[in-house]
């Protein structure tokens, strides 16, 4: 099981990135994918979540109008398209798959993408 987090970088403030999260070793397509945020010497905070087919998704309220999650199926890829970048945004960025069956919870993280937004 395998989720590699890329696309990160320096942006400015205002400017715009987009993250790419490619899975590989599990059914891709069978499990919910989330991404999160930590900032130094802050904890992990949610930041999207996407259905397993793409046809729903939701946001932290702080994202909300600036970030867009969305998925690829067939190249086992979830995508973050950010907005309107503001310093506050610098952390390192990480997808995660869920999946429940029977009670019993899976989950696979990847290792984290740098965002730093500076001037």
């Known amino acids: 099981v395998q989720l590699v987090e890329s696309g990160g970088g320096l942006v400015q403030p205002g400017g715009s990135l987009r993250l790419s999260c490619s899975a590989s070793?599990?059914?891709?397509?069978?499990?919910?994918m989330r991404w999160y945020r930590q900032a130094p010497g802050k904890e992990r905070e949610f930041v999207a979540h996407i259905s397993s087919t793409g046809d729903s998704t939701n946001y932290a309220d702080s994202m909300k109008g600036r970030f867009t999650i969305s998925r690829d199926n067939a190249k086992n890829t979830v995508y973050l398209q950010m907005f309107s970048l503001k310093p506050e945004d610098t952390a390192v960025y990480y997808c995660?798959?869920?999946?429940?069956?029977?009670?019993?919870?899976?989950?696979?993280w990847g290792q984290g993408t740098q965002v730093t937004v500076s001037s």
């Open positions: 070793g599990f059914a891709f397509s069978s499990y919910v």
């Open positions: 995660k798959a869920r999946r429940v069956v029977s009670g019993i919870v899976y989950d696979y």
